[in-house]
């Protein structure tokens, strides 16, 4: 199972916002990915590929899922659906940042 880095953000929030947590996709995709399903589709996100203009080549892919609300630590299972229309199962480890 591919693993996942996500992250929870901790500190106080200027404008209140609960879904701050994101997770952080990567590269070296088969096909890019499109879709995050959390928790057997209980939260579900767009992934957006933030690599730089600068940097062209697939494995240098920022595949990244933003305006989450995950766990303050541990893990969530997760998939990846593809472009392709394949999926991926993921596990996603969670870490907490001030």
Known sequence: MRELDGIHQ?????????????????????S?????????????????D???PEETSRSA??????NLTL???GEVEAMVQLQDGTSVACVVKIQSVC
């Open 50 to 52: 933030e690599t730089p």
């Open 71 to 73: 766990p303050s630590d």
């Open 32 to 48: 890019p990915p499109q879709v995050l399903l959390l928790d057997d589709g209980a939260q579900l996100a767009s992934v957006v």
């Open 10 to 30: 901790a500190g106080p929030s200027i404008d209140g916002a609960a879904e701050r947590d994101y997770v952080i996709v990567g590269a070296d995709w088969p």
């Open 61 to 66: 892919a920022k595949y990244m899922a933003r």
